[in-house]
């Protein structure tokens, strides 16, 4: 499905803060329209449209979803009803900007991947750190040969811990400290495979459990290795004294290191180490959710390639599957309530 002219119009489902930062301060470039929004507390989506520039306040998500005026839908819910309402917004025609990760496990994600596909729209997961010029350098190192050949690739992601009640630490939404912070790096690791003879493979996986949250990851590290030998790591941790987000490739030439690859627009540095020179590199401070807006709007008005789509999707939540099953825990249960009753506090912003 293609649309022609305008700005793109845009319906959002709940009023979570990470929509503020994700959708509605790019939004103010002129190049979306947000023309609907619905929430559980109508009084929160108002407050929302009020102060972001919603033009309709609607009555329900399905209401947002059936809407003629809606285009295309951002969906910030928490994790386990990822894959519920993108697959909902799918079935009515709608394109998707779906915060990741994109569903509760693998199987349905291919399940949405596969209805995207046959309705033809667009749906892409907000991995918005790979749309940046940071991430773009790091890959390049490896196309242009500068780093030589791969040999290992770390990703690392720290954050200090949520409060107790947030939906994060919720197994029923699907929480965990791999499906919030890991999946950048799983997703981080993936994206050089073009030049490490193909997809990564977890060798093995550990994780501590938050106490009280049976089931519930505070922190995993796993191995990984690549069909060329090349070897991964990824660290994440939900309950960190203090927020680490770094990338760092390894190959026969020399070393490059993103120090902040999720967020950025407040650490653009990017350190690159060969022969013995040592240089940083300063690569600008717009927002990753900028250029991931960009990124969506041009797909569904230009037809433009979608890196971080549908398909995509499914790869990494089979390596957070993986990682799961390595780490000897239940993989994440999906939904099966619209709205459900444990359903507590907020979505808030893990970058």
Known sequence: MRHDGGPLRIGLLGAARISRVALAEPARTGQVRLVGIAARDR???EEFAAEHGVEQVLESYPAVIGSPVVEAVYNPLPNGLHGRWTRRAVQAGKHVLVEKPFAADAEEAAEVAALARRAGVVVLEGFH?????VARRLRAALASGELGRLRHAEAVFHLPAPPDDDVRWSLPLAGGATMDLGCYCLHALRGLAPWAGGEPAVVAARAEIRAGRPGVDERLSADLRYPSGATGTIRCDMAATVRRAVFRLVGTAGT?????????QVDDRVVVEIGGARRVEHLGRRSTYAYQLAAFTAAIRHGAPVPTGADDAVATMRLIDDCYRGAGLPLRPRSTEDIPRSHIGDVQPSE
């Open 43 to 45: 009084r929160r989506a």
């Open 256 to 264: 490059i290191t993103a120090t902040e690859f999720v967020k950025p």
């Open 129 to 133: 750190y790979y749309y940046h010029p």
